[in-house]
């Protein structure tokens, strides 16, 4: 596998999880590179409750908060690299769902992490068939990354 130029920019806004961020970009990095996608951006910030309550109402009129949120931008910016967009996590629902399924930190914030980024690349789960196609390539994205340990 060849090193590709992939950039994965990560943001803490609750200056809470700067550790969990730092190994969401590595999990992202791999994920990419993994997809043989090469000169590559995402954008990946971590977020309260409250802000993406307020996204979800916003974007999805969805008035409570959830776990991710992908925003596809799909822009070539003058580098030439391809933007493909925002992940939001919410990082108090993350650290919840990983303790009540038992695993890690690590663990739920990779697969999230993953799960927008296959949103981004235009991925989804509206129907059956999609969502078995979707949670197949997630799932072996977090084996071959190591979020599955």
Not at 80 to 98: E, K, S, V
């Amino acid at each position: 596998m060849s090193r590709s130029k992939n950039i994965v920019r990560v943001w803490d806004r609750t200056g809470k999880a700067a550790l969990l961020g730092k190994a969401c970009g590595r999990i992202l990095r791999k994920s990419m590179e993994e997809m043989s996608l090469q000169e590559h951006e995402v954008n990946l910030t971590l977020i309260t409750d409250v802000a993406m309550k307020s996204l979800n109402h916003m974007y999805r009129k969805k008035n409570a908060s959830t776990d991710v949120l992908s925003f596809n931008q799909n822009v070539t910016l003058p580098s030439g690299i391809l933007l493909l967009g925002d992940i939001m996590i919410a990082t108090p629902t993350a650290r919840r769902q990983a303790q009540a399924a038992g695993h890690s930190n690590v663990t739920e914030f990779g697969t999230l992490s993953i799960h927008g980024l296959l949103h981004l690349l235009g991925l989804d789960h509206q129907n059956e068939k999609d969502a078995k196609r979707m949670f197949a390539l997630q799932n072996n994205l977090c084996r071959k990354t190591g979020v599955y340990a």
